[in-house]
């Protein structure tokens, strides 16, 4: 038996899982960059669609300016709720996703992402904060369903192991 001295770093070895490549995952599923890709697309055209909508939709608002005010401070607030699940989202495409998974997070996020800019406006109130929860709900609906949920999460996780002084690793 062979002794490992201090100096020698440790290795460790992955154990292979039948159907699944190294840099891939499972059989099926999408690269990190390709998911993240498609999710960054979805949700920048529906920003568009949602602007053009209200813009061609929407009548002006006419409200006080400070309720004005208020409901866009509310929006906004719907903006970092949007901006939390979008982190989200991205953190769990770090690792391979299932092409159903992916379009249920872009379909997710895009409605999310159109109603906000239908919101901006001021005017269907109800009918765009329906879409924002709607999407919202169909996004953790997705996550719930995921079966690579756990591999994304933990593959995608930064870590917590510092390095020495002089830069080799632990272990």
């Given amino acids: 038996m062979a002794r490992q001295l201090s100096d020698d770093p440790a290795t460790l070895a992955v154990p292979a899982v039948p159907g699944q490549t190294p840099l891939q995952g499972p059989a099926g599923a999408l690269d990190s960059a390709i998911s993240e890709s498609a999710v960054a697309a979805a949700i920048a055209l529906s920003l568009g669609l949602g602007a053009l909508a209200a813009w061609a939709v929407q009548a002006p608002a006419s409200v006080q300016p ?13 903006a970092l709720i949007f901006a939390g699940a979008g982190a989200l989202v991205l953190l769990r495409l770090r690792g391979p ?23 901006w406006g001021l005017s269907g109130m109800l009918a765009g904060s329906a879409l924002f929860y709607g999407g919202l709900v169909l996004t953790y609906l997705t996550a719930s369903r995921d079966p690579l949920l756990a591999a994304g999460l933990q593959r995608g996780a930064p870590s917590r192991r510092r390095l020495p002084r002089d830069g080799r690793s632990i272990g």
Avoid at 68 to 76: D, F, G, P, R, T
Avoid at 98 to 119: H, N
């Fill in 66 to 78: 400070s309720l004005a005010s208020l409901l866009q401070l509310m929006v906004a607030i719907k």
């Fill in 97 to 119: 996703v299932a092409g159903g998974a992916l379009g249920g997070y872009c379909l997710g996020l895009g409605m999310s992402a159109a109603a906000l800019a239908w919101l």
